[in-house]
């Protein structure tokens, strides 16, 4: 069986799911300039019902967003919305700015609704999709030991697949499990049990890798060998139940057995 090391640990295992954004793709690569997009349009659109609600500073508690002094989004809260909603939960949240400000609830969410189409037309036109820092190395070394790999993600499965394909990636994952495709997201163990089985892995024999506590726990309830998450500023404070927390995947290597 390969064997997985991280830092000075060793953990045989026969398969790796991942979470995709934060995990696979640079999530300020491709959500990062989503959000500025559906923030202005959100901003827009309170500014033409008279609401002042609609600056950067109280734009950027929406999403958990950083902003910079031109009102960017340069960073997010790793624990927050821009990193672990749902697309529907987004919408939610977003629509909920537009119902506190006085807009009837349907008509709220059908104004970003709207937003959010022409914000993913304009990421598809620009196939805005960045990978983490070595990432292809190690789906390398992955494929080198006969690994099987799969992606969970809160994400749906046609966003998720365009955003494989514009990695270049999508012929590594035998399963690809998305929000769409089962009962309960994240934090409830179906994607990581749907995974396993669909690559024909044992739970004691997989590892997981996400950037969120919601992949920590996710694992956990599914039984998995060891849950890793990945942060790429060191910090592990909202990785509460990782079993081990690294910066980037040059602390990963393989070897086969």
Not at 173 to 202: H, I, N, Q, W
Request: glycine share 12%.
């Amino acid at each position: 069986m390969p064997v997985l090391h991280i830092n000075e640990i060793t953990v045989p295992c026969r398969g790796i799911l991942f979470d995709k954004d934060g995990t696979l793709l640079d999530l300020l690569g491709t959500w990062g300039h989503w959000a500025n997009l559906m923030l202005e349009g959100l901003s827009s659109q309170l500014t033409l019902i008279g609401s002042s609600s609609g600056s950067g500073a109280d734009l950027a508690k929406v999403l958990g967003t950083v902003h910079d002094s031109a009102g960017k989004v340069t960073g997010y809260d790793p624990a927050g919305p821009l990193s672990m909603a749902t697309a529907e939960e987004t919408i939610g949240i977003l629509a909920w700015q537009l119902y506190a400000a006085g807009v009837p609830w349907n008509e709220a969410v059908t104004r970003v609704n709207a937003v959010s189409k022409e914000a993913m037309s304009e990421l598809r036109r620009r196939q805005a999709a960045l990978p983490m820092p070595g990432l292809q190395d190690f789906l390398e070394q992955c494929k080198a030991a006969s690994l099987k790999l799969g992606v969970v993600t809160s994400d749906n499965m046609g966003t998720t697949r365009e955003h494989l394909e514009w990695l270049g990636i999508s012929g590594y994952f035998g399963s690809v499990v998305t929000r769409d495709r089962v009962k309960y997201g994240k934090p409830a163990p179906e994607m990581a049990e749907t995974a396993c089985r669909e690559l024909g892995l044992l739970p004691g024999e997989t590892v997981i890798i996400g950037d969120s506590n919601a992949d920590m726990q996710l694992g956990a309830g599914a039984g998995l060998r060891l849950a890793i998450g990945i942060s790429p500023d060191g910090s592990s404070g909202h990785l509460l139940d990782a079993d081990i927390v690294i910066s980037g995947y040059e602390q990963l290597r393989l070897t086969a057995f």
